[in-house]
């Protein structure tokens, strides 16, 4: 069993920057890849970005891409999730989860634990 929990989401305007955190409990977190989603209300969850378990490879939506960098430390049993240049079309729960789904997986049957997430609101 593996316990994730996010953290770093706020309120912030439209082009500024957020970090969010994802800590990982229980299982060996350097054998997982790992992905963030998100849900912005009445929409389904969305994939956003994945990195390998050594974290040398990375995966990412168009909506985010160049924008946003996915990267981890196995040291501390985290992934985070540095967002900048946000859009209020961000604004949304994000979620963060583990595969052992080989490849760029990108759908959410593909991952088996998830965090209980955190918000993230970007105005205009």
């Known amino acids: 069993q593996v316990q994730l929990v996010e953290s770093g989401g706020g309120l912030v305007q439209a082009g500024d920057s957020l970090r969010l955190s994802c800590a990982a409990a229980?299982?060996?977190?350097?054998?997982?890849?790992m992905g963030w989603f998100r849900q912005a209300p009445g929409k389904e969850r969305e994939f956003v970005a994945g990195i390998s378990s050594s974290g040398t490879n990375t995966w990412y939506a168009d909506s985010v891409k160049g924008r946003f960098t996915i990267s981890r430390d196995n040291a501390k049993n985290t992934v985070y999730l540095q967002m900048n240049s946000l859009k209020p079309e961000d604004t949304a729960v994000y979620y963060c989860?583990?595969?052992?789904?080989?490849?760029?997986?990108?759908?959410?049957?593909?991952?088996?634990?998830w965090g209980q997430g955190t918000q993230v609101t970007v105005s205009s």
């Open positions: 989860a583990t595969t052992v789904i080989l490849g760029t997986p990108t759908r959410q049957y593909q991952y088996t634990y």
């Open positions: 229980g299982g060996t977190f350097s054998s997982y890849r």
